[in-house]
């Protein structure tokens, strides 16, 4: 199956004038104004109220839904020392929650326990062997973390069993709602809460904050300034891995919780830290950022949760002995070793299955399923799967044994909702849920082969042509003069980074390359480009250089970061490389050249003399040892060579007609798929082909 290729470049350019205007009046650099102006902050005011983090307070709690419910049930569990279970989720957002409501109710006496569901066998939410399993012994109230809000079934049995249910959730509700004595959720139709898109660990932050304002008698400012001292970074933490957009509310959690991490008083997270920045002597100092939790800090916890049990990571949260935080801390991290290793495997195996199975023209939605896929990976790879080929992905596997049923993971475009997706198939689901972009399904396995088509035939109806093309907004066009320490300085200004405040994306064009080489095994670029007559570092990762569709000495045009590199107290400027292209002055060149191509194959313009045999070994050598069976850029195949493209494409043509390789081509002939083909009669014969007679002049039969 066919990669994407290209993306497009979204490129706004602000208005330089009012941007100066802006700048001025609020004491910033005009660079900054610019990346604030395309954001909708375009007055001093909206300036002042987005940066002025440092005195702003957190929003009440009394417009969440079902607030003063769950709150009159809380304090009565805790005046009554009831037996209380928090059912939480294993991601990090879950683990977070549970962590927080736990301890809380610990901390007042509360006969609390925990219960975090396997992913691989009880799978995602409430379920009825622990609802009664708990009210055997004895709980009287079940709260719900970061789950419950489509658990009818459950909270019915509950209510049946005795046991009275406060849920607390952020994902999309039904219509109706389960038959909870509270559904404590911003995303309910007729909740009035100002900041909807909180996470599961917010919802329960500001339940929390309502509650200890509650019983302490405290003003809520204050009673939510306490419980920011104690918990703000495991908000943080679960706000970024959830993907939660960090403006209004979640930006104020996330900058709080960021300041917060180094100085940590959770044993836990500290030991945790420790294993992620140990003090090597290397000169690289800790950075702690939304790139921290997101990359670091977050795998980690969710490692436990998809190849181990998410109970360990509560744990490691929970305890108050050193030794067991750092046991736990590095068993996390060997953890998510193998998750890395699982991770690998898996996304090969579906690649190759993709090749085999699907046919982009016809599948848009990918949909691919393995019993010895761990359960636990396969929504990181259909997010891999998904960035790749830009169409929406879900990959199944068999945590209860082949003839269980299919539980998978899925991830999506923008634009194409898949929890409507899946609502659209929903008799042939057992289970289902999530958010617009992510999601999980439950399905018997002999039904998989019609939820294909009915999800095929969904994204036929609703994915447009443009929706299956990857787009890359990008803030503006940097000037040479742009690029400099005091800019990248200034950005960090707009951390914290995540959805709906992206980490700015420039673009910089006609940069010459001055050289290229690997890092990180072989699997990383790093490239010095001249900028300015400056030479600037630039880091492209998961991209080797056999990958790059440019050389040193060209000129390319570039999507990247401004970063800084802080190296034994040093701190210099350098780019983070997100995409690439050659310059458009080589192009234009390979435009040309098609067009001489065509004119060519059209009898318009005579054939150059027939390539010689050293040509015609080399084009085959490269295909052989270089692109064989994988999408080429026909363009650099030639540059890389040093042949002229129409005449590469005339050792294509005659190859073709010769039965030595199979070419699938994309207009106007640029990308390929090139494929050898076994020739059961020995060597084919080029010069009876009808492009090598047409170069010699013969018409031939």
Known sequence: MKQVHQSTWCVAEPPEIECGRLADSCGISVFLAKILWNRGLQTPEDVHAFFNLDHAQIAPSDLLPDLAAALDRLERAIQNRESVLVFGDYDVDGITSTVLLYSYLKDHGVDVSYYIPTRSGEGYGLNEDAVRRYAAEGVTLLLTVDSGVTAFEEVALCNQLGMDVVITDHHRCRKTLPEALAVVNPMREDSEYPYPALAGVGVVFKLLCAL??????????????????????????????DVMPLIGENRLFVKRGLLALPNTKNLGLSALLKEIFPQDGSGHEAKYNSGTIGFLIAPRINAAGRVGSAMRAVELFLTEDPDTAKALAVELCEENKHRQVAESLIFEEALSALEEHHRPENDLFLIEDNPHWHQGVVGIV??????????????????????????????????????????ACEPLLLKY?????????????EN?????????????????????????????????????????????????????????????????????YPVGNGRHSKLQLNVNGQSVPALYFNHAPVQLPILRGEKGDFLCTLDLNTYLG???????????????????????????????????????????????????????????????????????????????????????????????????????ELELLPRPNGKADLETTPTYLAATGHKGI
């Open 212 to 241: 200890h304002a509650r019983l302490t008698g405290l003003d809520f400012d204050l009673a939510a300034e306490e419980m920011s001292a104690r918990y703000i970074e495991f908000v943080a933490i679960g706000t970024v891995a």
């Open 382 to 423: 259909a997010s891999r799967l998904c960035e790749r080929f830009h169409r929406p992905c879900i990959l199944f596997s068999y945590p209860d044994g082949e003839n269980g049923p299919a539980k998978g993971s899925g991830r999506s475009v923008k634009g194409f909702n898949l929890v409507e997706a899946l609502a």
């Open 570 to 672: 040093s701190t210099s400027v350098q780019l983070g490389i997100k995409d690439l292209r050659p310059a458009k002055s080589l192009c234009a060149d390979c435009t040309a050249q098609y067009q001489l191509y065509l004119d060519r194959k059209a009898g318009k313009e005579p054939y150059p003399e027939v390539p010689s045999r050293k040509e015609f070994e080399m084009v085959f050598r490269q295909i052989k040892g270089v692109y064989k069976s994988q999408p080429v850029d026909l363009h650099f195949f030639s540059r890389r060579i040093g042949m002229p493209f129409s005449r590469l494409l005339m050792i294509l043509d005659i190859f073709e007609e010769a039965g030595i390789l199979s070419r699938v081509s994309e207009a106007p002939c640029r990308f390929a």
């Open 448 to 516: 998989l082969p019609a939820l294909q088509r009915a999800l095929n035939d969904y994204a036929r109806e609703h994915l447009k042509e443009e929706d299956l093309i990857a787009k890359r907004e990008v803030d503006f066009v940097l000037r040479d003069a742009d690029v400099t320490l005091e800019n990248a300085t200034e950005l960090l200004k707009l951390e914290p980074f995540g959805m709906k405040n992206p980490k700015p994306l420039f673009l910089l064009p006609d940069a010459l390359v001055e050289s290229i």
């Open 433 to 445: 849920g999530g958010h617009e972009l992510a999601a999980g399904v439950t399905v018997e396995k």
